[in-house]
């Protein structure tokens, strides 16, 4: 069988046409009667914004940006990630230091032994938490899902992606799909804050998803436990281009694109409760022997409050006490 490769790592695009498209679905899979092939338009939204993520938002070195979009369209017996699952070695590296290599690797070993992955196609890095990347692609009517991987930079081993989304509903391809996206953690680093060092995760654990409260350790980057969820951190937009024939070898176009009006780039206002750090010990007790000493202890402000949250609380406390030595 015939196999196309254009592969320009984290440049323009990347595209691989590896799968057999007369596979016929495994038992149970929802067959998808549309027919032929669809093309789409993918746009990814960042609204990873220092309004919606308050909290240790970085600013330099590198400031908030992310990843180019590494995308797969496949059948039900292929996963590129899963939550509750291992992330594989190409996830890992992709996750915690954008190389995608290893997971085209990955992708296009499944494409020849089960069949199963029809292309891999990519879009653009952003080099700012909240501006948009594009790009086209072409899904079959037998290998209809879509799933794909943006890493959040910087972060240990954080992203946001999409698991196996079907653009095929019955006789017909969707026209829309719209959905936010939350962060994840492969894993394999255990790192608690956009900046921290590498520091593997022994054993490694399974992708789980961030919470406002998981991990719950409030040195963590998403620690918000004010809120019982938190705001997007991206989106995606799948929009139906046209109807098409099967093309066995075709191009992708990628594009960084200014922020338009068909998309919904509102972005959310989180709290952030000033943080500050345990008391001191007490101080000595001062003063005259002929009065009440005074003994004093002290706080410092771990983080400011953003946003409309808590202000902080006094940072100097101080406390009667009996004078030593006094006659």
Sequence with gaps: MAMCK??????????TVLGCVRCLPVDGEPLCTAGGSA???LIFTGK????AFPKQYPLYRPPAQWSPLMAVTHS????????????????REFAEKSEAWTLMREVEASGEKIQS?????????????????STEFEVHARLSLLSFMVRIVPSPDWFVGGDS????????????????????????DSGFTFTSPNFATIPQETITEITSTS???PVNSFFYPRLTQLPPIARVTLTKVKDS????ISTAQSNLIPMGNEIDNSVSETPLDCEVSTWSSWGLCMGKCTDTGIKRRTRYIRLNPANSGNPCPELEEEEQCVLDNCV
């Design 6 to 15: 254009v592969w320009k790592v984290f440049g323009t695009l990347f595209v």
């Design 165 to 188: 989304f079907d653009l095929c509903e019955g006789d017909h391809w969707k026209e829309q799909m719209s959905v936010d996206l939350y962060p994840y953690d492969a894993g394999t």
């Design 76 to 91: 039900s017996d292929y996963h590129m990630w899963r939550v509750g699952e291992y992330a594989s070695n190409g996830v």
């Design 117 to 133: 992955v029809y292309g891999v196609f990519s879009a653009p890095a952003i080099p700012n938490g909240v501006e948009q990347t």
């Design 245 to 248: 024939q099967l093309i066995r």
């Design 39 to 41: 093309k789409y338009s």
């Design 215 to 217: 991990p719950n350790h």
């Design 48 to 51: 990873w914004s220092r309004s």
